[in-house]
T-cell receptor
Framework: EAQVTQNPRYLITVTGKKLTVTCSQN?????MSWYRQDPGLGLRQIYY???????DKGDVPEGYKVSRKEKRNFPLILESPSPNQTSLYFC?????????????FGPGTRLTVL | AQTVTQSQPEMSVQEAETVTLSCTYD???????LFWYKQPPSRQMILVIR??????QNATENRFSVNFQKAAKSFSLKISDSQLGDTAMYFC???????????FGTGTRLTIIP
């Protein structure tokens, strides 16, 4: 089944404890992206990647890192999480570099930072 | 900069009625794409409909159709014969061709009343 997977789905952690949220797609998509969703703010783009080893900042990159060593994987890294990073996170992928293509979203990761 | 505005935080309608969700946007580009995404309680993001700015004809997908007014920068979603399964958060989104950045509105929570 073609899909985007994220792990974990739920995570509660404490301030300052490094964490990684994994994202993997099995559709051979070029483009991948991370978003965070907050009440009243919609979805905001954190980072995106147009291809392997190519990443760029979105609207809210502060406090996050990403890497794209393989085409299928695009992990989101929080080196020192803070409570303001408590949010719902989505990974998405699409076939090409033009966003006329549909973006396929993962199921979301609910992160709580205490 | 590109922006998307959804001015209706919440709406409700009786089952089988028609409902229209509003979206306005701003972009300096002439070639862009607009989307409506649905997020049911499961949190999964689902593409409902897509409109290419250079196409004058309004997009339709079964019970879903859009009213695209390019000069007014308006992109409303009409849901006909609404069903209980249409209950969800709906997001309007915009991307400029070649920009790789998808900008979302803040969403409209739609409730279909039995």
């Amino acid at each position: 089944e073609a899909q985007v997977t994220q792990n974990p789905r739920y995570l509660i952690t404490v301030t300052g404890k490094k964490l990684t949220v994994t994202c993997s797609q099995n559709m051979n998509h070029e483009y991948m992206s991370w978003y965070r969703q907050d009440p009243g703010l919609g979805l905001r783009q954190i980072y995106y990647s147009m291809n392997v080893e190519v990443t760029d900042k979105g609207d809210v990159p502060e406090g996050y890192k990403v890497s794209r060593k393989e085409k299928r994987n695009f992990p989101l890294i929080l080196e020192s999480p803070s409570p303001n990073q408590t949010s719902l996170y989505f990974c998405a992928s699409s076939p090409g570099t033009g966003l006329a293509n549909e973006q396929f979203f993962g199921p979301g990761t609910r992160l709580t930072v205490l | 900069a590109q922006t998307v505005t959804q001015s209706q935080p919440e709406m409700s309608v009786q089952e089988a009625e028609t409902v229209t969700l509003s979206c306005t946007y701003d972009t300096s580009e002439s070639n862009y794409y607009l989307f409506w995404y649905k997020q049911p309680p499961s949190r999964q993001m689902i593409l409902v409909i897509r409109q290419e700015a250079y196409k004058q004809q309004n997009a339709t997908e079964n019970r879903f159709s859009v009213n695209f007014q390019k000069a007014a920068k308006s992109f409303s979603l009409k849901i006909s014969d609404s069903q209980l399964g249409d209950t969800a958060m709906y997001f309007c989104a915009l991307t400029n061709f070649g920009n790789e950045k998808l900008t979302f509105g803040t969403g409209t929570r739609l409730t279909i009343i039995p």
